[in-house]
């Protein structure tokens, strides 16, 4: 036991059996809420609307005052409907995961929630949040109906993430009484590396087998082999860097391109960060998002793992997960 624990024994013991029982919880991606998965506490107010309820009940046996039994059953019934409407809106509610989407390290991975009540009537104010935090969302919903609901978790580290546990809770209509059930979904969110903030210019173009000049780049991380844009050029073809700081458009030749390959290579990225691999890994996340904006092709060479040049939203896909995954 860590010494944290000898001076916190009881939050040592309550995480503990947490863990534990979180671990008998199965993984699924989507859930049904019965008697069996949903639990049912008083909250604080309910704790002391119970003991004014007593108080009264002993007061009025005692003096045998009628129109204290009338307002302590009175009490006691109110206290019995809440709990069965509180535990009602949470029992049958079915929660469906939205595969949640691939993300940067730091930034919020965010996570889809489609409550589906078959009851006709409306369920009010349900929250849910990662399991051990309190930044709840909360919605109602409508009868035989549904809603999205969003929740979210910072991943600190790349690679691949399984969806933390979560939690749904209620406490209407009254407040007096806490229903509550904890879910572990099975998906797993993909972590790319974080990109480096201000990465140096992209290395210079490698010849193509047969080549014979090497290409030449200026210090603003464009290519050169560029000429005046002509009528019927595809527009993936313009370099709107270039156009931006000029009046008149220029297109990539397509006759000098692909003479040229581009390739983002872990051995050229890890210069100034030996034994920092992740400082590596940022700086090529953040080429390939440099090279895709630019409209470049380009190849990625990691330690036994080549991905051949290309562009396009899929080609971006593949190296940030061969990056996230390395």
Known sequence: MQAREWLHPVAAIRK????WWQSRLPL???????????YILPTRPGLMLGLTVM?????????????GYVLTFLLMGCAVVGIHVCHGTLRGLTMNLIAPDACFAGDNATIGINL?????????GIGLAVLGTQHWSWADVPA???????????PVQRGQYRVP??????????????VWT????????????????????????????????????????????????????????????KAAKADELVSRDAQQVPRFELWLDLAQAGSGH?????????????????????????????HGLEIAPGSGEAHKRHCLQALALF
């Open 16 to 19: 503990r059996f947490q863990a």
């Open 28 to 38: 699924r991606d989507t859930t049904t809420l019965t008697q069996r998965n949903v």
């Open 55 to 67: 108080t009264l009940l002993l007061a009025s046996i005692n003096y045998q005052l009628n129109l």
């Open 116 to 124: 589906v009540s078959p009851s006709r009537s409306i369920r009010y």
């Open 144 to 154: 035989q109906g549904s809603t999205k609901v969003q929740v979210a978790f910072q």
């Open 165 to 178: 546990p979560l939690t749904a809770e209620t406490r209407y209509p009254l407040g007096t009484f806490r």
């Open 182 to 241: 904890v879910w572990r979904p099975a998906a797993q969110v993909l972590v790319y590396p974080k990109p480096e903030a201000h990465p140096p210019p992209l290395p210079p173009g490698e010849p193509r087998a047969g080549g014979a000049a090497s290409l030449q780049r200026q210090h603003t991380g464009e290519f050169d082999g560029v000429r005046p844009y002509r009528r019927g050029d595809p527009l993936k073809l313009v370099v709107w860097k």
């Open 274 to 302: 030996a034994g920092q691999p992740e400082q590596s890994l940022s700086r090529l996340c953040a080429w390939v998002l440099m090279a895709e904006r630019q409209g470049l092709h380009y190849g990625l060479r990691l």
